[in-house]
């Protein structure tokens, strides 16, 4: 049978079914493999946040969405082109998201009564004509697999387990990949069980003859390889980046690794990936507390490490009292906060841009902090090793802000070269030159780092105020106001060290749209959209939130509108306001979700509509 | 480990042969009260060190906040005063981050046992490698004489005119229920003492707890006389020593037995009971020192004074290098190149 | 009072004769998994709540973050679902403020003994009259699966991927050591029993705190099994029972001897050993209850469930109410004229 | 001998020496017996920091300082017009502050050699001519005192402690007050014990004496009975005030009180009173943190009692996450924050603004609570009940700010008839009307507040995201932006229930002047020296920080320059800035002290005389 094929520029396709249906692999697996075949890809796991919810129920839904492309994908999609659905709560649940004209795969198996019932559907959907408006493909997955795997001596229980492998199979022929890579996988996962590789690499080729045979579907569609940079890639999620983004920025500094942590969600796979890392001398403690998990890892830093504490929310706040310790120590230190919706417990699973006010000003007395942001999944490497670098360099704290959609989003990631990443220079003080615990580095103002350990530099430190140079404590009252501005002026000194803010789009106009974090993705796509449009407006987004780059007040003076939209009620915006003192306009949802292009398309084309009306 | 830290750590060591207790002393002026039982304490800890053989850059005392957590500044070692509470947490990162220091911690009975408890509870559980100094007061002395938990029903402090409610912990008993391997209680008034604590202290491997009766001569002025003063002291404590039984008393005439599990005093003086009779004690078992622990706030018998408990039990820092060993052993070390590539990745 | 307040909680109160378990359901659906201990905890505190005699209104119940702490939303009661490990903290406010309450806490392991344990001893030590009922999965479940401070040494978690270094708590002994009044362990797979635990826990005045072996099928299935299972239970756990002589076995044929202060097991068929010699349970004793709860991680003796220890000491809320109309009895009730005007104040 | 009488406005007397002197008491008593002949008072003790440090040293110096008046009086004054120095440490830290020609008295016997060396002097400031500036009073008073109470059989040492009720008397003598209010008071105190009665009794007379009869002392100064409201009057410190102002909210509210808290300086004098208040019913718990302390305190909210914690910088920080809990469930609060230099534990014992940022944005998520802030010692009296009054109300935590100058320094304070406190109307939820947990009243948005032990009301609240009106734990998206941003508005619509900001001075100009907490005194003096002179510019002071007085935005658009003078880097600089979107200047003293009022002046001199240069 001969079939179209159709070349598409980018797709998104949502693999969803029960907690158990195995959802996550199939969308692990393609995502993997439309790396493989050289398409950008961006992703993100939807789990229920119940651990284990009862099967077919509406709050039990698992989903895996991907969105790849031929060109740099920045979102996972905000509409689906394809939804696989196993059962029929799975319908129910993401049906509002697949585009009119969109494919539907349904496995219909899933849609008994029983389905139909826990799905709160009063008819089948799959029958009733309700999905006229889709291309609906109705498949019998569970029987079919039963019938291809009938003559190996498994469990019908396990037999019905290979059916996100069939389906996985499916989306493979429908998007022309190969199954190889899958395949081999396989192949590594159970190599030791023959008679459950034989039924997983059935039922994958089963599913993709299907799509080869099946009469009813006439389209096969292709996705060109995207015009990537050569070299090694990767998937990686957001919370891998930092967990490899710390081993690495200790291997460049030449330091031995610390984490003191407590887990939380969406943070906690942080410390479950460092965990792992034994062989590299990686030290974690697990700490009874968040509080403890700073202070440990303060501890550590004091003794010489590289040293690091993860969270979220709930997590950052327990850990303030010790944050202003670090500052006043000036002990370098790296605190990744992985925000999730608040306040207090919130939504745990649901991102959240919450936590930026608390990054610059959530402690008592003048205790600045450097706070950075990741941009993407793989971002978060770049922007782990970066905040590494800064606190060494600088001796101080750094907050590195990222989300819970950076963290258990994924995108293929080049993966650098250690010789490219950028060098950390540390150098604790020795006898060889004075010493004072206070002594500072002209340039970056940064004190000396002194190790216990270390013959002949004796000395103690602490949390009161102290004297400059000597660290003394000091209540002298000029003293005070001295370290007071000192303290500010080492963070402000970093301005000089960081890239200038990147400007996208017109040099000066009328619209600046100015971004941070994980709304990068959504905020590009639909900046590309319009610009591509032929609309006139352009884009900053800053991973630089304290301090600023120093250009940004310069581009800023030359738009006559900053637009700013955020996961929260405005803070990026706030901050903006009082440091340049001119209004900006914000957009803030704060749902829990991240941002849809759409949604930014739709106030940057009511903004770019209503020029006058600012 | 092929980083910088090793320079100093491994290869740069001082001989600590010759150290004297000045060598630990600095220019400081030491700012506690005239008369304070922390003058005791900072004395013996100087008189002690040299007798380590520890080089003096390995010793790093960590401390919180209160009056007995200024003792750092007054040591001339690596010093750490940190924030109230939370020495243990940072003495526990510093420890598992770097085995080669010898850490101690000063704290009182309020930074350790009241908003420190739970790293305390913790760090005993633990086993890391800690050589904790809690001074004990029974009050809050830098903000000016709260009760602690250590303060007695009924005391009067500030926040408790009409006299303490709460009961106070037993210091020994929660630092034996929350696991700690060595517990032990001294007093300022008797330095020798302290340094035979110190020197025990120093010398065991894992958690080391020792408690202090220290006296605030401004907020809680003579709360241990009954037990320090030279006068008194013979009459109602007891010396804990291994395999020793419990002998006390002005003309060593008075013992401790067991009496099912209640400990009683019995004259040995009367000729009903002998030196045999008595409890002997044994450093290494749990339950006696629970039952000596829980002698504590009895006062029928004899206040126990000494070393409760000193078990053996591998430490807590040493189990992570041992495991990071063990992997290296196992899968090789790690190639960062490899880490980062992770189990699939491709080619463009 | 002369408040608002005493309305409410003084003259309007329901009968609670004729409440049965399924007035303390609500219409929410139970969202532990399948098979998850919890249910059997829940069943239970359902089934014993209206025998205690307390108006349904009374009865409040406050938990920290976790599968565990779940549990408020499921009782049709006055709930609290708080913060991580905070449940015990507001609890005692709650308490002390409405001494009129019953309130009740249900905490997990990591709840209650991590991120909480300065919390809970403190409420040991106190003795405030909480009912704590942790769940102990010995595991992180909520987040997925990381070991807890009561994980077994060895075991591979999410964040021990070569096994668990900690050692872990002895919740009873931590318990004992923190001053606590009432200690008790039961399982989720013996209703009976947990329903008589939970029913002394609520009779106890002062702290009750009940561990609760609770399995968690998905992160640490089976963790108990050997202890709870039908099959196995009689060899490897020993009931308590006050009064009663350490009797176990499929046969009752074991029995557990007191050797020195190390508990034994011997053979009652053999001849050798009778019920006589054997350690019998005496609830009023903190010494013999600490030689049970040591027990706990010692293969060689069976598991001790049921009531380790219950002694009277008035409750922290009481002497706080007591002091309150001490301090009315002795100067009068306040006049806040006087007391703002104090001692020294002058006319203009 | 007939004697000058002159009369001053006001004149500010500092009482110096060891802190074993007795100066607390000396600076107390002439406080209180100012105060009785109707002058306005304002004083601040200055105690070391160390409990008890050696005797005669220059960091043990304790002091007390008064500034009296005829007309209100704001701040303790910037110079000394009159220095009492008990010995040669308290000589040399102090005379930097007394003015030219201004008056020592100094004891000689604090100056012999030991004393000289202490204070690090290398000759005696008394013989060598540096103090010619001064008019110099060299009196031996311990020969003196000991010679008056030869005949009484007290030991030397307790003779010689009477030395400063003899400086007592002679200043009493000195600014024509009666010794009779402080002789009553030694009569209570000392009833029991005849002979120390006696003995404190001459050396009060004998001082006054020393002055009737000098003949270096030539004038007696008069200062004339402020016009003051009738009423009972009495000192008080910022911390009492707080105390009895829980007390008084209770009173109001019909609630009993509760507070949780755990000692920090300089905020322990709140626990303190309360602790003392146990036959009004109070419930104190002394609790084993901050974090225990904040706990219970809502656990007693939850219970239906008016709640409270109280804490200084490192407390708060500690409180964080709690705080967050207490915003979602929507249970009335009042967190007192005493502020103290920072970062981390800084300088204990010194005042600074350095927690308004914390305060305001120091929460993770979007977590809105109600800043307000006290300006004197007795403001915080009533800032307190207001404090409780918007708690309860709007069902939210508020935040109230003080800081360690307020809470320790004491002003004279009228006290109110309890008639004329403003009332609370607090009513709890019953089954009368129909209930939800987040059911809100119309107009405030306040959820309703069920306590337990109600019948029929019982429910379930928590820290999860929870739908409005039912509570239910929710993670719908559109109700996660309704709940954020009915909690905001919540707190908003506090500022229709809060005095208009009142404005000093011009209604428009080129200078305004807005300060906020305990600077008050220190700009209200320049304020008024400044327009006496007949200077343009106004001053705005605010007590509420979040929401901002509604009015706020009108009155600064009618000036052409801002000026905001702080305690710390520019926090309320910064607040403005991005609400109003304009310029502010700030003036930036970080140095562990309040302002000085002439420095404030200073400051405004120069932005008066540089009117274009902004
Ligand atoms: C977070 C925090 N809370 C409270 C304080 C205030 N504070 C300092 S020391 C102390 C208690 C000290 O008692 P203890 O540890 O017994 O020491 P001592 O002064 O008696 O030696 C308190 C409550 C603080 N510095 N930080
Ligand atoms: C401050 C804070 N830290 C961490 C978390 C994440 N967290 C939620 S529950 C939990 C542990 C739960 O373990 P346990 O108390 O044993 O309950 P279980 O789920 O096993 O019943 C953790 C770490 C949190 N919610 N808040
Ligand atoms: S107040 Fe007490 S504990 Fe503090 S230094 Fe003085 S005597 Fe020592
Ligand atoms: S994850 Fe474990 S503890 Fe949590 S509900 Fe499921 S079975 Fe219970
Ligand atoms: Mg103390
Ligand atoms: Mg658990």
Redesign the pocket.
Same mark, same amino acid.
């Given at each position: 049978m001969s079939k179209k094929v159709e070349y598409l520029e980018q797709v998104t396709i949502r693999f969803a079914g029960d907690s158990g249906d195995g959802m996550q692999l199939s969308g692990t697996q393609f995502s993997n493999t439309s790396g493989i075949v050289g398409n950008s890809v961006n992703t993100f796991p939807d789990y229920p946040s119940e651990i284990r919810a009862p099967e077919g129920t509406l709050y039990g839904v698992s989903a895996y969405q991907i969105q790849f492309g031929s060109k740099k994908v920045n979102t996972i999609g905000d509409k689906l082109d394809v939804l696989v659905a196993m059962n029929a709560s799975s319908l129910k649940v993401n049906l509002p998201n697949v585009r009119e004209g969109g494919i539907i795969i349904a496995n219909t198996a899933g849609f008994g009564d029983k389905n139909l019932k826990l799905a709160k559907y009063d008819a089948n959907p799959l029958e009733d004509g309700s999905l006229d408006k889709y291309r609906l493909f109705k498949i019998n997955i569970s029987d079919i697999v039963k019938e291809e795997l009938a003559d190996l001596k498994l469990s019908l229980k396990y037999t019905e387990r290979t059916k996100n492998i069939f389906a996985l199979g499916l989306t493979y022929w429908l998007f022309n990949r190969p199954t190889e890579p899958t395949a081999k996988w396989l192949g590594e996962k159970f190599g030791k069980k023959p008679e459950i590789l034989e039924a997983n690499l059935r039922a994958l080729k089963a599913g993709y003859n299907y799509g080869l045979n099946s009469e009813e579907m006439t389209t096969q569609y292709d996705i060109k390889s995207a015009n990537l940079e050569k070299g090694y890639y990767r998937n990686i999620t957001g919370n891998e980046a930092c967990a490899l983004g710390l081993v690495a920025a200790a291997n460049k500094a030449k330091l031995p690794l610390f984490l003191g942590s407590y887990p939380i969600t969406p943070a906690t796979e942080i410390l479950h990936f460092i965990s792992g890392y034994k062989k590299f001398g990686v030290k974690v403690l697990q700490a009874e507390d968040e509080i403890a998990g700073i202070c440990s890892a303060i501890g550590a830093a004091y003794g010489g490490y590289l040293s690091s504490t993860t969270t979220s929310g709930p997590g950052l706040s327990l850990k303030v009292?010790a944050m202003g310790l670090a500052v006043i120590l000036e002990l370098p230190l790296v605190i990744i906060d992985v925000q999730r919706a608040g306040p207090s417990t919130g939504m745990p699973t649901k991102p959240e841009q919450g936590d930026l006010f608390m990054a610059l000003y959530g402690r008592h007395g003048e205790a600045p902090i450097p706070v950075i942001a990741a941009s993407s999944a793989a971002d978060c490497f770049a922007m782990t090793i970066e905040a590494a670098r800064l606190a060494t360099k600088y001796m101080t704290p750094v907050i590195l802000l990222t989300d819970g959609y950076l963290a258990q989003g994924t995108e293929p990631w080049r993966i650098p070269p250690i010789e490219e990443l950028p060098d950390i220079k540390v150098e604790f003080a020795t006898v060889k030159e004075e010493f004072a615990p206070y002594k500072r580095d002209a340039e970056t103002l940064a004190r000396m780092w002194a190790v216990p350990g270390t013959i002949g530099l004796e000395h103690r430190i602490g949390g009161l105020e102290k004297e400059d140079y000597t660290g003394l404590v000091s209540q002298d009252p000029k003293n005070h106001q001295k370290m007071v501005e000192i303290r500010a002026q080492k963070v402000q000194n970093i301005a000089n060290d960081i890239p200038d803010a990147e400007l996208m789009g017109e040099e000066s106009g009328d619209l600046l749209v100015i971004g941070w974090g994980s709304s990068y993705g959504a905020i590009k796509t639909a900046y590309e959209k319009l610009t591509a449009e032929g609309k006139k407006l352009s884009y900053v987004h800053l991973k630089y939130l304290n301090p600023l780059p120093k250009n940004l007040g310069d581009i800023m003076s030359r738009f006559e509108r900053i637009f700013v939209p955020e996961i929260n009620l405005g803070q990026l915006q706030t901050v903006l306001q009082s440091t340049f003192i001119r209004p900006v306009i914000g957009y803030h949802k704060v749902q829990g979700l991240p941002f849809k292009a759409f949604e930014i398309e739709d106030q940057l084309n009511e903004l770019l509509a209503n020029k006058g009306g600012k | 480990m092929r980083n910088i830290l090793e320079d100093i750590v491994i290869n740069h060591v001082s001989d600590p042969a010759g150290l004297t207790p000045k060598d630990f002393k600095n220019e400081l002026d030491v700012r506690w009260c005239a008369g304070c039982g *922390?003058y005791s304490i900072l004395s013996q800890v100087q008189r002690i060190m040299p007798t380590l053989g520890i080089p003096k850059e390995k010793i790093t005392f960590v401390s919180?906040?209160? +009056? #007995?957590?200024r003792f750092p500044y007054y040591m001339d070692v690596y010093g750490f005063h940190s924030?109230?509470?939370r020495a243990l947490a940072i003495a526990s990162g510093l420890k598992i981050a770097r085995p080669d220091l010898s850490v101690w911690i000063a704290? *009182? &009975? *309020? &930074? +350790?046992m009241?908003? *420190?408890g739970n790293h305390f509870i913790h760090a005993c559980r633990r086993n890391v490698d800690l050589n904790i100094l809690m001074? $004990? $007061?029974e009050?809050?002395? %830098?903000?000016k004489g709260?009760y #602690?938990p %250590?303060s007695r029903p009924g005391q009067k402090t500030k926040t408790s005119p009409m006299g303490v409610l709460d009961d106070p912990f037993n210091p020994a008993a929660l630092a034996l229920g929350s696991g700690a391997t060595f517990v032990a209680r001294g007093y300022d008034k008797d330095p020798k003492m302290l340094q035979y604590l110190f020197e025990r202290a120093a010398q065991h491997k894992g958690i080391a707890f020792v408690e202090i009766y220290?006296n +605030?001569v401004i907020?809680n002025d003579g709360a241990f006389d009954n037990y320090t003063e030279k006068d008194k002291r013979a009459e109602t404590t007891v010396w804990l020593e291994h395999g020793k039984p419990l002998i006390f008393g002005t003309n060593n005439d008075k013992g401790v037995i067991l009496d099912g599990f209640t400990p009683r005093v019995v004259s040995l003086s009367d000729g009903k009971y002998s030196a045999n009779d008595l409890i002997v004690h044994n450093e290494h078992d749990s339950t006696l020192a629970f039952i000596l622990a829980n002698m504590t706030y009895n006062e029928d018998v004899p206040r126990p004074i000494g070393v409760f408990q000193a078990i053996a039990r591998p430490s807590y820092e040493e189990k992570v290098e041992w495991q990071i060993n063990d992997a290296i052993t196992k899968y090789g070390e790690g190639d960062l190149n490899a880490l980062m590539r992770g189990d699939e990745y491709w080619e463009i």
């Amino acid at each position: 049978m001969s079939k179209k094929v159709e070349y598409l520029e980018q797709v998104t396709i949502r693999f969803a079914g029960d907690s158990g249906d195995g959802m996550q692999l199939s969308g692990t697996q393609f995502s993997n493999t439309s790396g493989i075949v050289g398409n950008s890809v961006n992703t993100f796991p939807d789990y229920p946040s119940e651990i284990r919810a009862p099967e077919g129920t509406l709050y039990g839904v698992s989903a895996y969405q991907i969105q790849f492309g031929s060109k740099k994908v920045n979102t996972i999609g905000d509409k689906l082109d394809v939804l696989v659905a196993m059962n029929a709560s799975s319908l129910k649940v993401n049906l509002p998201n697949v585009r009119e004209g969109g494919i539907i795969i349904a496995n219909t198996a899933g849609f008994g009564d029983k389905n139909l019932k826990l799905a709160k559907y009063d008819a089948n959907p799959l029958e009733d004509g309700s999905l006229d408006k889709y291309r609906l493909f109705k498949i019998n997955i569970s029987d079919i697999v039963k019938e291809e795997l009938a003559d190996l001596k498994l469990s019908l229980k396990y037999t019905e387990r290979t059916k996100n492998i069939f389906a996985l199979g499916l989306t493979y022929w429908l998007f022309n990949r190969p199954t190889e890579p899958t395949a081999k996988w396989l192949g590594e996962k159970f190599g030791k069980k023959p008679e459950i590789l034989e039924a997983n690499l059935r039922a994958l080729k089963a599913g993709y003859n299907y799509g080869l045979n099946s009469e009813e579907m006439t389209t096969q569609y292709d996705i060109k390889s995207a015009n990537l940079e050569k070299g090694y890639y990767r998937n990686i999620t957001g919370n891998e980046a930092c967990a490899l983004g710390l081993v690495a920025a200790a291997n460049k500094a030449k330091l031995p690794l610390f984490l003191g942590s407590y887990p939380i969600t969406p943070a906690t796979e942080i410390l479950h990936f460092i965990s792992g890392y034994k062989k590299f001398g990686v030290k974690v403690l697990q700490a009874e507390d968040e509080i403890a998990g700073i202070c440990s890892a303060i501890g550590a830093a004091y003794g010489g490490y590289l040293s690091s504490t993860t969270t979220s929310g709930p997590g950052l706040s327990l850990k303030v009292e010790a944050m202003g310790l670090a500052v006043i120590l000036e002990l370098p230190l790296v605190i990744i906060d992985v925000q999730r919706a608040g306040p207090s417990t919130g939504m745990p699973t649901k991102p959240e841009q919450g936590d930026l006010f608390m990054a610059l000003y959530g402690r008592h007395g003048e205790a600045p902090i450097p706070v950075i942001a990741a941009s993407s999944a793989a971002d978060c490497f770049a922007m782990t090793i970066e905040a590494a670098r800064l606190a060494t360099k600088y001796m101080t704290p750094v907050i590195l802000l990222t989300d819970g959609y950076l963290a258990q989003g994924t995108e293929p990631w080049r993966i650098p070269p250690i010789e490219e990443l950028p060098d950390i220079k540390v150098e604790f003080a020795t006898v060889k030159e004075e010493f004072a615990p206070y002594k500072r580095d002209a340039e970056t103002l940064a004190r000396m780092w002194a190790v216990p350990g270390t013959i002949g530099l004796e000395h103690r430190i602490g949390g009161l105020e102290k004297e400059d140079y000597t660290g003394l404590v000091s209540q002298d009252p000029k003293n005070h106001q001295k370290m007071v501005e000192i303290r500010a002026q080492k963070v402000q000194n970093i301005a000089n060290d960081i890239p200038d803010a990147e400007l996208m789009g017109e040099e000066s106009g009328d619209l600046l749209v100015i971004g941070w974090g994980s709304s990068y993705g959504a905020i590009k796509t639909a900046y590309e959209k319009l610009t591509a449009e032929g609309k006139k407006l352009s884009y900053v987004h800053l991973k630089y939130l304290n301090p600023l780059p120093k250009n940004l007040g310069d581009i800023m003076s030359r738009f006559e509108r900053i637009f700013v939209p955020e996961i929260n009620l405005g803070q990026l915006q706030t901050v903006l306001q009082s440091t340049f003192i001119r209004p900006v306009i914000g957009y803030h949802k704060v749902q829990g979700l991240p941002f849809k292009a759409f949604e930014i398309e739709d106030q940057l084309n009511e903004l770019l509509a209503n020029k006058g009306g600012k | 480990m092929r980083n910088i830290l090793e320079d100093i750590v491994i290869n740069h060591v001082s001989d600590p042969a010759g150290l004297t207790p000045k060598d630990f002393k600095n220019e400081l002026d030491v700012r506690w009260c005239a008369g304070c039982g *922390g003058y005791s304490i900072l004395s013996q800890v100087q008189r002690i060190m040299p007798t380590l053989g520890i080089p003096k850059e390995k010793i790093t005392f960590v401390s919180g906040i209160g +009056c #007995s957590s200024r003792f750092p500044y007054y040591m001339d070692v690596y010093g750490f005063h940190s924030i109230h509470g939370r020495a243990l947490a940072i003495a526990s990162g510093l420890k598992i981050a770097r085995p080669d220091l010898s850490v101690w911690i000063a704290t *009182g &009975d *309020g &930074d +350790c046992m009241s908003i *420190g408890g739970n790293h305390f509870i913790h760090a005993c559980r633990r086993n890391v490698d800690l050589n904790i100094l809690m001074f $004990n $007061n029974e009050i809050y002395s %830098l903000t000016k004489g709260q009760y #602690s938990p %250590l303060s007695r029903p009924g005391q009067k402090t500030k926040t408790s005119p009409m006299g303490v409610l709460d009961d106070p912990f037993n210091p020994a008993a929660l630092a034996l229920g929350s696991g700690a391997t060595f517990v032990a209680r001294g007093y300022d008034k008797d330095p020798k003492m302290l340094q035979y604590l110190f020197e025990r202290a120093a010398q065991h491997k894992g958690i080391a707890f020792v408690e202090i009766y220290a006296n +605030c001569v401004i907020f809680n002025d003579g709360a241990f006389d009954n037990y320090t003063e030279k006068d008194k002291r013979a009459e109602t404590t007891v010396w804990l020593e291994h395999g020793k039984p419990l002998i006390f008393g002005t003309n060593n005439d008075k013992g401790v037995i067991l009496d099912g599990f209640t400990p009683r005093v019995v004259s040995l003086s009367d000729g009903k009971y002998s030196a045999n009779d008595l409890i002997v004690h044994n450093e290494h078992d749990s339950t006696l020192a629970f039952i000596l622990a829980n002698m504590t706030y009895n006062e029928d018998v004899p206040r126990p004074i000494g070393v409760f408990q000193a078990i053996a039990r591998p430490s807590y820092e040493e189990k992570v290098e041992w495991q990071i060993n063990d992997a290296i052993t196992k899968y090789g070390e790690g190639d960062l190149n490899a880490l980062m590539r992770g189990d699939e990745y491709w080619e463009i």
